[in-house]
């Protein structure tokens, strides 16, 4: 196999660019067909003909059916415009729900970056994700508008997809080991695991119990990792923290808090629970046990999201910064992925310990 016979769409069309860059064409010299191009670097014609439409949404060669491709951008020049005419924002619809993923606020900062952009919400399936996403980045690179993604709580394989494709993409949220080609933004989980130890430690407490999600996303094991280090450091055992990994289901939660109440009450209990309604479930255990104050256990939400006007009655864990600063960063980077194609960027933006309003 060759060397280029391997190579993901952008690779190749990167190494596309620069033979044209080579051969000192410009605008309007024609360039070569997908199977001449195939031919030349080694590759199969689907790959060329992949390359070759990526470079038609960067404006760098226009597509003409059966007559090979026509350069459009002399060298000379630069991209004449950054700015994306789509953004898909690929996200399962049941996070959207529970978690208020993608709010309002950050939609409206994501379009205060990219005015004149069309803002295209695209629901991934619960089955067969890869198939929908695949079919959707193969229409944006046939398609004559120039097109991005932001790709939210996605599998690896969704997000390899997007990497792969070469078009301009930003992971709301940590990426997938081994994914190249495309940039983040999360919560800093550094940041979350210390605040949240820390609070757990200086309250007394003896044990954790972390409830987290049943699935588990590379920004949790940033959390996991900060949080083990800092335990230690606070005298806190390791094995005296136990973890569950829960659907953000109220009764499922309530049913495990019960089965582990006689073991993780026995002394003062830190409770980390990663979404408030994780914290619906494990209070009516709490309150039904009727627990002296000293053993009742100290509660701390990890992700909480305003999608209600009532603030929770515990502490939790908030970003430092509005949604729209987060769409307008997300914005940033798809821009710069849109124009100058560098070296993808991993953003984080802080959080704070956010403690509840005293009852009046």
């Known amino acids: 196999m060759s060397q ?82 789509v953004v898909h924002l690929l996200v399962n619809e049941s ?50 508008r120039r097109e991005g993604f932001v790709v939210v709580r996605a599998s690896i394989e969704t997000q390899r997809a997007v990497g792969r494709s070469g078009l301009p993409a930003v992971v709301h949220g940590t990426t997938c080991p081994s994914v190249e080609n495309v940039s983040s933004i999360d919560r800093d989980h550094q940041q979350d695991a210390l605040l949240a130890a820390n609070h757990f430690a200086s309250a007394g407490c003896k044990s954790l119990l972390l409830l987290m999600r049943d699935h588990v996303f590379p920004g949790d094991h940033l959390f996991f990792d900060a949080l083990r280090s800092e335990i230690r450091r606070l005298g806190i055992p390791g094995d005296a923290v136990i973890y569950r990994f829960l659907p953000s289901d109220e009764l499922a939660v309530e049913r495990e808090v019960q089965r582990l109440a006689d073991s993780v009450f026995k002394d003062r209990c ?29 509660i701390l939400i990890g992700s909480y999201y305003k999608t209600t006007k009532s603030p929770p009655a515990f502490p939790y864990l908030y970003p ?25 960027r991993h953003e984080h933006y802080p959080v704070e310990l956010i403690m509840p309003q005293p009852k009046s």
Do not use: W
């Not at 016979?5 to 080579?22: F, G, P, Q």
């Open 270 to 298: 830190g409770m980390y629970c990663h979404t408030p309604i994780m914290v619906e479930g494990a209070t009516r255990v709490v309150d039904s046990l009727n627990l002296p104050e000293d053993r009742r256990p100290q």
């Open 320 to 344: 430092k910064v509005s949604p729209q600063d987060i769409g307008r960063q997300i914005g940033i980077l798809l821009l710069e992925q849109a124009s100058a194609r560098p070296t993808p």
């Open 95 to 144: 996070y959207l729900k529970k978690e208020g993923l993608l709010a309002d606020g950050v939609v409206v900062g994501l379009q205060g970056v990219m005015p004149k952009t069309d803002i295209q919400f695209n629901f991934m399936p619960l089955s067969d994700e890869t198939e929908y996403v695949s079919s959707t980045i193969h229409a944006a690179l046939k398609s004559q």
């Open 4 to 85: 280029t016979a391997s190579m993901n769409v952008k690779s190749l069309a990167d190494l596309i660019e620069a033979d044209i860059r080579h051969r000192g064409l410009r605008s309007g010299d024609p360039y070569l067909s997908a199977g001449e191009a195939a031919k030349h670097f080694g590759v199969s014609t689907r790959a060329a003909n992949s390359a070759l439409q990526l470079l038609a949404q960067r404006r760098i060669v226009k597509r003409r059916q059966r007559l090979g491709s026509l350069v459009t951008l002399s060298y000379h020049q630069s991209l004449p415009d950054s700015q994306l005419d």
